[in-house]
């Protein structure tokens, strides 16, 4: 059906029918909780929804009521996210399972409405699983294994789902719904090991630990997110067999033999996608990695799927301030990532989209034409660059 | 339904035995006397402050219930979000109802200030839970810093009295008052010095089919700078002297709950405690006389209100 990115994202939500949903609008986010609230309101969910006070009071509800034992889902964006970071922490490392859709967004100063990842990359190390969506139908797709992810008995961990404010968000595509049955039966029951409504063996959740134990606590939750990319892994496996879309860790594209690649979320993955294809009509020897999961970061996958690329350019829609040279966080990642490995690659970083600037197919064919150049001098002339930046 | 002291003794503890209060503490009084006070099973959540400090350092507990502890400010909205769950996992038939009690403790800092705004959504937006301010009248909990309910001329270690300033400069925040105006189905403000007007709340609170509120007054002996021993005697004196008065508001009804025989001058309670020592030195003395003015302002219209 022709869906709006964040219709997608509440229609997955629907068919969860999660137990408990509280949110808080924000623009681009709204168009997901409206619509939920409209499920709610003609009876095509049973869930029960919490129109909070603020995002802090969103995810502090979910908190309460993942404790509680049942489903929870909230959605954010931007600033939203922003004022959930105490929860964030929180949500993560008491092993609430909770679903969150997050329609990026850049942070405020200045106020700004439109897509970058300032949002969710500044939650990065908040022990949330991150799945970032290139489309509505991914954003529809992740969701509902987002689900199943949060809930494996090995992870039990909160899973945001991204997806790009209005470029995504709120641009009309077509998208494949499943059938609602079928929804159900991929995500299954949620049985919760422990709750605080099983009022005939009580537990206390949210103790308070000090150099004894956190330390020992820190390294469980560690633990458990270094099992997440088997898991994730798997369900996106599963799902592919039950709907037809498989998904793994990032979608390489045009890698096979490339010897230049690109690595980009989200969205502008589609953009660079077409450039690459029409370079390699003209022979040009380039490959795209689009990163799916971001959290945890696919280190050692990365290393091996860039082993025989001589030059890498990573796009970062958001700025790590004070970063080396003031590079994004993907970039940081994918280096330090090739460095421990000791491999030789060539990278580079190309800063673009910020606050919703456009991105063009001839950012990314300066790009490829910079890749080439590196490739053939073995050197990187600038670190960080910038795309449709006004100097 | 009468509440009987020799039944009530009979009953389980709630809060167990091996917390970490300090000696003298009237918060494990409070909690006790509620928890004993309530018949249905309970969950009960609690604000960062002394009451989770002291009752859950791993790997230990002292809660015989279920217990959750989230962040500082949102005790309410953590409460509300497990009580939204039960409700519709019952309606779903995925548990059998229970009539459980869900108790969200915070204390006045979590309450007045830092908490104010995720309580008044909860309020706003009707979920049944009791809420329990343990109103001990500063952040004891990070070393007794001035909060909105501290009273004026009480000296904090953020408004220290000195040469010049006596203390905190400020009436305290009218909060029982703030959360009547939410018009939720009970409000009451009670003190463990009268244990059965407290115990009779609480159940009254527990019965009310929505949000309830009870601010009780809890005596901090190190905050306070008193004896160990005497936390009943100077939370008795703070009824007696009109400073903390028992009432309750229910479904929009006024009610006063006790009233002393002889309304003795704030100045017996004042003197109970270190906090306001300084305020008998000569040059501070005319803000006991202002306390005194503003404790028999409120005393008088709180009389008004209960009179109608």
Redesign the interface.
């Known amino acids: 059906m022709a869906l709006e990115g964040a219709h997608a994202s509440a229609q997955a939500m629907r068919q969860i029918n999660p ?2 949903v ?1 949110a808080y609008p924000i623009t681009p986010q709204t168009a997901v909780v409206q619509t939920f609230s409209q499920y709610v309101a003609d009876g095509e969910v ?3 929804f ?5 995002e ?2 969103a995810m ?11 489903r ?1 889902m909230t959605a954010t964006s931007a600033n939203g996210l922003a004022l959930m970071w ?2 964030l922490y ?1 949500a993560a490392s008491l092993r609430l399972p909770i679903v969150m859709t997050v329609v990026n967004r850049a942070l405020s100063a200045p106020l700004n409405i439109h897509c970058d990842h300032s949002d969710s990359m500044g939650a990065r190390d908040a022990g949330w699983i991150q799945l970032y969506s290139e489309t509505g139908q991914e954003a529809y797709d992740n969701t509902i294994q987002a689900m199943r992810i949060a809930e494996h008995p090995d992870l039990l961990l909160p899973v945001m789902v991204m997806q790009d404010g209005f470029i995504t968000g709120h641009a009309v595509e077509l998208v494949e719904v499943a059938d609602d049955t079928a929804v159900r039966e991929f995500i299954g029951t949620y049985t919760p090991k422990y ?5 005939d063996h ?9 150099w004894d ?1 956190y330390f020992e606590h820190k390294r469980q939750q560690t633990d458990a997110l270094s099992k997440a990319m088997k898991v994730i892994v798997d369900v996106g496996q599963e799902f592919g067999k039950t709907f037809g879309r498989t998904y793994g860790i990032f979608d390489p594209y045009a890698m096979d033999d490339a010897e230049l690649a690109i690595i980009v979320l989200s969205s502008t993955a589609g953009t660079a996608r077409t450039v690459v294809r029409e370079l390699r009509k003209k022979g040009l020897k380039i490959g795209l990695l689009k990163l799916r999961v971001f959290r945890p970061f696919p280190a050692q996958e990365l290393v091996a799927a860039l082993k025989d690329v001589k030059a890498v350019a990573v796009l970062d829609r958001s700025i790590s301030f004070g970063a080396m040279e003031g590079a994004g966080p993907v970039f940081l990642e994918v280096c330090a990532a090739l460095f421990a490995a000791g491999a030789a690659q060539k990278v580079v970083n190309y800063i673009y989209g910020l606050g919703g600037r456009d991105v063009l197919p001839e950012y990314i064919e300066r790009v490829a034409s910079d890749l080439r150049e590196i490739a053939e001098t073995g050197k990187v002339k600038t670190l960080v660059n910038y795309l449709g930046l006004r100097e | 339904m009468v509440i009987k002291l020799k039944e009530q003794a009979a009953k389980p503890e709630r809060l167990a035995p091996g917390h970490r209060f300090c000696a003298g503490c009237a918060e494990p009084i409070i909690i006790r006397q509620i928890l004993n006070a309530i018949d249905e ?3 009960v ?1 609690a604000a960062t402050g002394c009451t ?2 002291a009752t ?4 230990y ?1 002292a ?9 500082f ?2 005790v309410s ?13 019952v ?2 038939g ?2 059998p109802e ?1 009539n ?1 009690r869900f108790i969200a403790i915070g204390g006045d800092g979590a309450t007045y200030d830092i908490g104010l ?2 309580l ?2 909860a309020l ?2 009707g979920h049944r839970f009791i809420y329990i301010c343990l109103n001990n009248e500063a952040y004891m909990n990070t070393g007794i810093q001035r909060s909105s309910a501290t009273p004026m001329g009480a000296h904090t270690t953020t408004s220290p009295a000195g040469t010049v300033i006596p203390g905190k400069m400020q009436w305290r925040k009218p909060l029982t008052e703030i959360i009547t105006a939410h018009r939720i189905p009970y409000v009451a403000q009670a003190a463990p010095s009268h244990w059965r007007d407290l115990m009779e709340k609480a159940r009254k609170a527990a019965a009310a089919d929505g949000p309830s509120f009870i601010n009780v007054f809890s005596d901090c002996n190190r905050g306070w700078r008193h004896g160990t021993e005497t936390a009943i005697e100077v939370t008795r004196l703070a009824v007696e002297t009109c400073y903390w008065p028992l009432f309750e508001v229910e479904n929009g009804v006024w009610k006063l709950n006790y009233k002393p025989r002889e309304k003795k001058p704030v100045e017996e309670w004042l003197k109970t405690q270190g906090r306001f020592q300084h305020l008998f030195q000569p040059q501070f003395k005319h803000v006991i006389a202002e306390i005194q003015a503003r404790v028999d302002e409120e005393w008088e219209g709180l009389l008004k209100k209960c009179e109608a």
């Not at chain 1, 309460?64 to 049942?70: E, K």
């Not at chain 1, 709750?195 to 009022?199: F, G, K, T, V």
């Not at chain 2, 859950?56 to 790997?59: A, C, G, I, K």
């Open positions: 137990d408990v509280a049973d869930t029960e919490i129109a909070v006070e603020s802090h009071a502090s509800a979910c908190i309460g009521a993942a404790a509680a034992g049942g929870v105490e929860e929180i709750s605080l409504l099983d009022i009580p537990i206390t959740f949210g103790a308070w630990d000090l134990y | 099973p309970v969950v959540g989770e400090i859950s350092m791993y790997p507990t809660w015989n219930v279920p217990w959750i502890h989230n962040a400010e949102n909205t953590t409460i509300a979000g497990a009580e939204a769950m039960y409700r519709v996992l309606r779903r995925k548990i229970r459980i705004q995720w008044s959504g706003e937006r």
